[in-house]
């Protein structure tokens, strides 16, 4: 089964009445606010008394979902998941395909990307928000992850609001990046790659992070290393070292050796 396969007649038959019921409200009443699809998945946020981060899962056939309300703990499909579901099979056009608005947003100049951003901030609360968050150093960006991988190891948030959370410091770090601090900026990328893979060693079988968020690190990880011209090389070659130390199937397709033979070969 594929997302695009979904019907009505289909998630009639995945939850409870109830809960079809109050997704269907959810959907009509425009509660859900965001929707993404991913090649393997759907994330979104739907709004029910307060922000619920959704993300949605089909493999090998069989669903599976993360929603960030006490419902899902049950092991019962919750009515957030099912609105984000009815909002896919009754409008599939909404979601922005995640890729394609990446490689949409390389195209812009600087000064078109200021533009979208501003127009933004004045439109949505959240926006402003971020905007206004104050510039934050290598140290503080360190320690939120640390705070996320706590709140993941103590199973007090879920993997997709974890995502949420270092995909910001991933954007905290690109701006360092910018401001031409690349040692930094890799150092960020290097540490939560190395702490998403730490928590994968620890986790049962099926639950981990997204394969597309792990590779995005990893490419920019190298993507800094090769432009970096003050490159500290023995440092990076123990960084490679640690991630070469996590279990081959949290490290899935990193392509590890290679790197090293580069940042060797450079030496």
């Not at 959704?54 to 069989?62: G, L, S």
């Not at 702490?195 to 597309?212: A, M």
């Amino acid at each position: 089964m594929r997302f695009e396969e979904l019907d009505a007649q289909t998630l009639s038959q995945i939850g409870s009445p109830e809960a079809t019921a109050k997704a269907k409200d959810l959907v009509q009443g425009q509660h859900v606010l965001h929707g993404y699809r991913l090649p393997d998945r759907l994330q979104g946020v739907v709004w029910d008394d307060q922000p619920r981060q959704v993300e949605v899962r089909i493999q090998n056939d069989q669903l599976s979902y993360v929603c960030s309300c006490p419902q899902v703990e049950t092991g019962e499909i919750c009515s957030h998941v099912l609105a984000l579901l009815w909002a896919w099979v009754e409008d599939s056009g909404k979601f922005l395909n995640r890729a394609e608005l990446t490689e949409k947003l390389k195209k812009y100049s600087k000064k078109e990307l200021i533009e979208i951003i501003l127009d933004l901030a004045g439109r949505t609360p959240e926006a402003r928000e971020v905007l206004k968050e104050e510039e934050e150093g290598l140290e503080d960006i360190l320690e939120s992850i640390d705070h996320v991988v706590e709140e993941v190891s103590g199973d007090s948030t879920s993997i997709s609001d974890a995502e949420a959370k270092l995909q910001r410091a991933q954007a905290r770090a690109d701006r360092l990046a910018q401001s031409g601090l690349l040692a930094e900026a890799r150092s960020i990328y290097f540490y939560i790659l190395d702490n998403i893979l730490g928590l994968e060693e620890r986790f049962p079988t099926g639950k981990g992070f997204s394969p597309d968020l792990k590779s995005e690190l990893f490419e920019e990880y190298c993507q800094f290393i090769h432009e970096d011209r003050h490159l500290e090389k023995e440092l990076v070659q123990q960084e490679i070292e640690q991630l070469e130390s996590r279990a081959p199937a949290a490290r899935g397709g990193l392509d590890l050796a290679e790197l090293k033979r580069e940042v060797l070969g450079a030496a």
